[in-house]
């Protein structure tokens, strides 16, 4: 009989991986939207709100302190408000997916967003880094009751230009589903393999540009007046340095860019969400503190 030769495992480091959630609810009451809820498990945590514009609208400020996701990372965020409470979210910096490690186990991400009868959300984080090599799955699902609001964006840097290092290699799912009332309006689906699929090189995809950015606002009803906001955030395009445009599906304003620099895409949607706050939640745009920092 042969003798069985062992075979030698390499344990997995569980150490640096984190399973993280974190799970926030706002409601509106007498002293304004507070935080009702605010549950987290790893490290996700919000700085207690803030309230620049008053106690009607809560500034908060979500904090992942590893600062990035490294192979086996689970992210969870869930962000519910309640019937006629307000909120903005953001983040103080970029988020980042480092390379993934030999194993090739994802990296996730999964946001929630569920907006209240008569209230409003405003999820405008800073940009994603993805690094070359990542393995990653980005989803966001939002849903909205009736007469809900919800501005909304995204901004994606593909690899580390500033050190020539493109994303050549590497896997990227990114989703996004809306609902409103429970009927599917806008679902976006991007998956990017650069080592055998020629999508971020194609003229029909992302033209070889590192950064892509989508900016949802909406529902603007059918009688809504829209035609002039529409006008004035193709102006906003039009002087953009590098590709970008605007464009009204169904009940949803979207503002898209691709270019090469994240802070452009930034400065773009931070001028059309100026514009556009006004008309849909009847307030001038109010910067998050940490913005200027």
């Given at each position: 009989m042969n003798a069985i030769t062992p075979v030698k495992v390499t344990p997995i480091d569980t150490a640096s991986r984190w399973q993280a959630e974190l799970n926030l609810g706002l409601v509106n009451t007498a002293r304004g939207t507070v935080l009702r809820r605010c549950r987290h498990k790893g490290p996700l945590y919000v700085q207690k709100p803030f309230y620049p514009e008053g106690r009607e609208l809560a500034h908060l400020y979500l904090l992942h302190p590893p600062g990035g996701m490294v192979?086996?990372?689970?992210?969870?965020?869930?962000?519910?408000?309640?019937?006629?409470?307000?909120?903005?979210?953001?983040?103080?910096?970029?988020?980042?997916?480092?390379?993934?490690?030999?194993?090739r186990s994802l990296q996730k991400q999964q946001i929630?967003?569920?907006?209240?009868?008569?209230?409003?959300?405003?999820?405008?984080?800073?940009?994603?880094?993805?690094?070359?090599?990542?393995?990653?799955?980005?989803?966001?699902?939002?849903?909205?009751?009736?007469?809900?609001?919800?501005?909304f964006w995204e901004i994606t840097c593909l690899g580390l230009q500033a050190s020539n290092e493109p994303?050549?290699?590497?896997?990227?799912?990114?989703?996004?589903?809306?609902?409103?009332?429970?009927?599917?309006?806008?679902?976006?689906?991007?998956?990017?393999?650069?080592?055998?699929?020629?999508?971020m090189q194609s003229r029909a995809g992302l033209n070889g540009c590192s950064v892509n950015g989508l900016m949802v606002a909406g529902p603007f009803l059918p009688d809504s007046d829209t035609e002039e906001l529409m006008e004035q955030l193709r102006a906003c395009c039009d002087d953009a340095a590098e590709l970008a445009g605007i464009s009204l599906n169904d009940e949803f304003i979207q503002v898209r860019y691709l270019g090469n620099c994240s802070e452009a895409a930034r400065l773009l949607f931070t001028r059309c969400w100026k514009l556009i706050r006004p008309k849909l939640l009847g307030r001038d745009g109010c910067e998050p503190r940490i913005w200027a920092t």
């Open positions: 192979s086996g990372d689970d992210l969870k965020i869930n962000v519910e408000t309640a019937s006629h409470a307000q909120a903005l979210v953001t983040t103080p910096g970029a988020g980042r997916v480092y390379r993934a490690r030999p194993d929630k967003l569920k907006v209240g009868a008569h209230s409003s959300l405003e999820w405008l984080p800073l940009e994603n880094i993805i690094f070359p090599d990542a393995c990653t799955e980005l989803s966001i699902d939002i849903e909205l009751e009736e007469a809900a609001s919800v501005i994303f050549d290699r590497g896997q990227v799912d990114q989703r996004l589903q809306l609902y409103r009332q429970e009927r599917l309006k806008l679902r976006e689906v991007l998956r990017l393999q650069p080592e055998s699929n020629r999508l």
